[in-house]
């Protein structure tokens, strides 16, 4: 390579949704926090290249967002505690992904370019709602309309495309008829499956997690029983080497192939291809 000149390769990064147990149901999206991976792979230098920022490869989480779902007998069920509607982006989550992006664009200041072009950036996310908000957040926060991209004065904001991935969605029946039994009675609503667990979980957690006081009757399922069924509902998915493989595996591909492109190195491919 002649002196001086920058050799692109993608950049690829991915928002995953944990609890649609989809595309995306890796270690990575088991955690109940935004999770962010970044890949520096530098190892495919070569010559004068050794030591310069090749590949990068970045996996997020959605923000914050409000429960996706409540159950009869729950106190903290009135609209009016999510205004944004239930299982939407809230204005910390949305804060904290338009932050995200103004965070890459700073680690990779000199690898990314000032402008929006497709050529540098691929933005990918599973099909749902938050993660497609998450993704059109952190491409906010990356790339502000500058010079000729302006094209609205009064919005500081361009569009840019989020290619969307199908969500797989399954359920995982197991036999624990004493606490579905409990948590049917407590909260009004038929738990019949560890996801039901899951889903339940999700929605104490968030509620806690906002200062609002949970009902008396929680306190000998939550955290303790309840988490462990909700994260086994993730980790269903992964428990053996067949649904890692049927799992992970496409994910994985995709990875390799965009590590094969990079060391190819097309001028063709995107520079950066983030998932959400």
Known sequence: MEEGTVRRCPIWLRVCHPNKLGSCATGVSLTFIITIILLVLMAFSHGDDSGTLQLVSVVFRHGDRSPTETYPTDPHKDDSLWPDGWGALNKKGKMQM??????????YLGFLSRLYSPKEMHMESSADETCLMSAELVLAGLYPPRGHQVWNPELNWQPIPVHSMPILQDKV???NAELY?????????DIDSILEVEYLYNTLEIEERNGLPLPEWTKTVYPGKMKYLASLS???FTHNDIMRRLNGGPVFILTANFMNTGIRCYYTMSSVRPFS
């Open 98 to 107: 338009f932050k995200l992006g103004k965070l890459f664009k700073k680690r």
């Open 173 to 175: 029946n197991l036999d």
């Open 181 to 189: 039994s409990y948590l049917t009675e407590k909260t009004g609503k």
């Open 234 to 236: 993730l980790a269903l």
